[in-house]
């Protein structure tokens, strides 16, 4: 009987080793000052400074990028949905006021492709670099028969901090406040079990097929990375009242402005005020999907949603632009039971 080792096995710990030597130099990419290690130990390590706050709350938050990996593989392009993971989590703890400090990654595959691997960590170290995180940690791990052949799953882990009497939770939202809309690069990380059974199953399309109304194939389209709104969001806090802030993610306006929403709060939201762009128009006709349904799965073109005192609106819509943002007054606050009403 031949010896038996870990590769024969499945997995391989040279191409392991490999990775994190071609991936120090994007992780590094990201480190902030406060970062006390480097790569490759047991424990990120990020020297915490509370003197800077009078009273420090630590957010976190944990997320995925769903079935929009199948789009990754199907057109073998992998570098930027590790922006996506990044967004994901760093969109869902800036909403409380949050400043992001720093990233973990889980990287889960049944054979390690080290090319297609560092692609996605470059794509991580990308989506730190933009939501002014350090990339402290993470985790590769080579699963023999787990996972089809050259697919794989990623997680990702953001920690970021608040002082207590700046936390945003929605709790002095009254009638009259203003919904301010930021505009989203498209899908983002959702609706894409929907959008796949429309292109590619009803439609028979293919990611390379050319969309006229996008002015791209559907796999570009479809892989645009979730835009990250850290930098804008902690700009506008530094001078605007920020009431409540929702990130527009699974569950569409529909389900996500209700979840920050003080009591007796109604969200009128004003169809028809702001660009839905030509992929949701393109999935509901090809589709046949009513507008409910489009509401409560897509984020419609709004990746963001900022809900200020009226007499700010104007201003924090300028600064917004200012910042790069798409922006757009889509509706307001008015008396009622918390949920989005479509007027």
Known sequence: ????????????????????????????????????????????????????YKDPILVSGTDGVGTKLKIAFMMDKHDTVGIDLVAMSVNDIVVQGAEPLFF??????????????????????????????????????????????????????????????????????IHGDKIIGLASTGLHSNGYSLARKVFFEHLKLKVDSFIDEFGCTVGEELLKPTRIYVKTILELMKVFDLKGIAHITGGGITENLPRVLSEGCQANIKRGSWNVLPVFKYLQKNGNIDDDEMYR?????IGMILVVPDKEFDKVMANAERLGEKVYLIGEIAEGENRVIYV
């Open 1 to 52: 009987m031949s010896k038996l080792d870990y590769k024969s096995a499945g997995v391989d710990i040279d191409a392991g080793d490999r990775l994190v030597e071609m991936i120090k130099p994007l992780v590094r990419s990201t480190f902030r000052k406060e970062v006390a290690g480097d790569i490759g130990g047991f424990g990120g390590l990020f020297r915490f400074d509370p003197k800077k």
């Open 104 to 173: 973990l990654d889980y990287f889960a595959t049944g054979k390690l492709q080290v090319e297609k691997a560092r692609d996605v960590i470059k794509g991580i170290a990308d989506g730190c670099r933009q939501a002014g995180c350090a990339l402290i940690g993470g985790e590769t791990a080579e699963m023999p028969s787990f996972y089809p052949e050259g697919e794989y799953d990623i997680a990702g882990f953001a920690v970021g901090v608040v002082d207590r009497e700046r936390l945003i939770d929605g709790s002095r939202i």
């Open 297 to 301: 799965d897509f984020n419609m073109g």
